[in-house]
């Protein structure tokens, strides 16, 4: 079944929030934006697999045997605008992450899928295996108390805790970084990017062919699913953190740094030739080192930033079509790990929409 033609066919569960025609003022005095259409939105489970357990299911004395279990899916919520572009877009996220990194930003603004809902695009939001939503593990984990606010206060460069950058395209309100940390969500088993992007794969066989957007994390399942997928038309990273994947022999070294190496990851030459098909953007933020540092929350995205400029020229090299995009570089500062939804979220859109419609994917 694919979702999004029929969904753009028959304009099913039609819901218009109307609020007027044009901007209308908020309760502030600012121009609140204009009221936004949806033809049809709804959310499903995809992928994953299902164990069964050998023996008799008994009624009156219930057990595990007999019984089965379903697991390992992801979660998809979508809507669909009025009008819609062709291709949607599927957003993944990154580490300790749920499709809520794609919502509402902290402070409350509209995040890139209601962004990109404006732009027309169908918009498919992940919850990926073993997270959030789709927290079903066939794999047993332990989720355990583990205080960190401090560590991702750092790690996801807002600051150098307890002081924020200068710069920073974040909202310092208290109330802001409280729901920041709140959106922190735990695996519920052992992070797997083959199973994660097996039912990405799964997503885009009813979807049909789309954009994918991924962040952090996400960027090695990211890589996976253009390789296992006729479907994905294009990638856009923000912040790939690992994963990094190259033909054989092509391996750069590992890179030390005050956060721990990084080292690449092998894939077969036919594989890697599926990456150079498909035109890919990455996007890296601010207040970060290019230099190494002993300081371990900037020090970890300096290598990540070089070992993506050595990936993008070997994309390059092999026919690609791929650029890294480093934005203090191209005159826009401040941006945090969370690119997509710091206060210049709405230019960082600007910026993907243009690429969009460079390569006509739009």
């Known amino acids: 079944m694919n979702i999004n033609r029929i969904l753009m066919a028959t304009a099913v569960a039609m819901t218009t929030f109307v609020a007027g025609c044009a901007t209308q003022p908020d309760g502030g005095g600012n121009a609140a934006p204009a009221a936004l259409a949806i ?77 990109f809902l404006r732009r027309g695009f169908p918009v498919y939001l992940v919850d990926q295996p073993r997270r959030g939503r789709a927290g079903s593990s066939t794999v047993a984990a332990s989720v355990v108390p583990a205080p960190n606010d401090q560590l991702f206060f750092d790690q996801f460069r807002i600051g150098k805790w307890p002081k924020y950058f200068d710069n920073v395209q974040f909202d310092r309100k208290p109330e802001t970084l409280d729901q920041f940390f709140r959106s922190v969500t735990p695996n519920t088993g052992p992070y797997d990017a083959g199973v994660i992007s097996d039912a990405i794969v799964a997503l885009m066989k009813q979807t049909g062919p789309a954009i994918l957007f ?61 990456l150079t098909r ?18 371990r929350g900037q020090d970890n995205w ?20 791929a650029r890294l995009v480093h934005l203090p570089e191209a005159g826009i500062h401040g941006n945090t790990h969370f690119i ?20 006509k994917l739009d």
């Open 39 to 115: 033809q049809a939105q709804g959310s499903f489970a995809v992928g994953g697999t299902v164990l069964q357990m050998p023996g008799r299911y008994d009624n009156n004395n219930p057990t595990s045997a007999g019984q089965s279990f379903h697991g390992d899916h992801l979660y998809a919520f979508y809507q669909v605008p009025l009008n819609p572009r062709p291709l949607p877009i599927v957003m993944l996220h990154g580490a300790f992450q749920s499709a809520r990194s794609w919502e509402s930003t902290s402070d409350g603004r509209e995040g890139f899928q209601t962004l």
């Open 214 to 274: 991924t962040h952090s994390q996400g960027g090695g399942p990211g890589w996976l699913t253009a390789i296992k997928s006729p479907n994905v038309r294009a990638v856009v990273a923000f912040e790939p953190g690992s994963g990094f994947i190259f033909p054989p022999g092509e391996l750069p070294p590992a890179m030390p740094s005050a956060a721990g190496p990084l080292a690449p990851e092998a894939v077969s030459a036919e594989d890697f030739d599926k």
């Open 278 to 295: 498909i035109p890919i953007v990455i996007y890296y933020g601010d207040n970060f080192p290019t230099t190494p540092t002993a300081e």
């Open 302 to 321: 300096r290598v990540r930033l070089a070992m993506a400029r050595i990936w993008v020229d070997t994309i390059n090299r092999h026919g690609g079509d």
């Open 340 to 359: 997509m939804s710091d206060l210049n979220n709405v230019q960082i859109a600007g910026l993907v929409s243009a690429f969009l419609n460079q390569k």
